[in-house]
């Protein structure tokens, strides 16, 4: 069931408070979704945080908004070096558990989807998926993303090891 009073848009600086967290609590909810800890998120500067949101046009986020509350989220990071520009990274997605199940997902990938179509550099989107996230997966591959390979022990969460799918999406 659709949310249509969700509201997606671009990030700002302005938004970095309601990223950090957001960020905490998908960590929390899902840390082996996520290749940083929660460590790793507190020791990043307010600074760091607003150019991984809203960085120009290398990165990019986009927020779900429920009102004024941020419940979703999904990042864009185009490569930054000059042979791999044809590149970008899906990254980051994340809805808050009290959301889930209700398309919000698949409207922040295809906003982040659309940001790359709008640069003409911008040939292909990748992205990782813990091995064990079919629902993830599913998701990804409903909207053009392809499988090319699997990382075994790509993640160690505490004593668990976790493998991930690496899929891209072929924009031209």
């Known amino acids: ?55 120009g046009s290398m990165q990019r986020g986009f927020g779900a908004f429920d009102g004024d509350r941020l419940v979703g989220f999904a990042g864009l ?7 791999l520009w044809h590149k970008a990274l899906l ?6 558990v009290h959301q889930r199940g209700k398309g919000m997902a698949r409207r922040l990938v295809n906003a982040c989807i659309e940001q790359a179509e709008t640069d003409p550099a911008i040939m292909q989107v990748h992205l990782s998926v813990n091995a064990e996230n079919n629902a993830a997966r599913q998701l990804y591959e409903s909207l ?14 505490g004593d668990l090891f976790y493998d991930e799918h690496h899929l891209a999406l072929l924009l031209k």
């Open 91 to 96: 990254w980051g997605v994340f809805v808050d």
């Open 144 to 157: 053009g993303f392809i499988a090319y390979g699997t990382e075994p022990r790509s993640m160690r969460v």
């Open 77 to 83: 990071r185009r490569e930054s070096l000059r042979q």
């Open 1 to 55: 069931m659709p949310a249509p009073d969700i509201v997606i848009r671009l990030l700002t600086p302005a938004d970095t408070t309601a990223f950090c967290a957001l960020r905490l609590r998908a960590i929390l909810d899902s840390p082996s979704a996520f290749s940083s800890s929660r460590e790793d998120e507190l020791v990043r500067t307010p600074a760091e945080h607003a150019q991984r949101i809203a960085g």
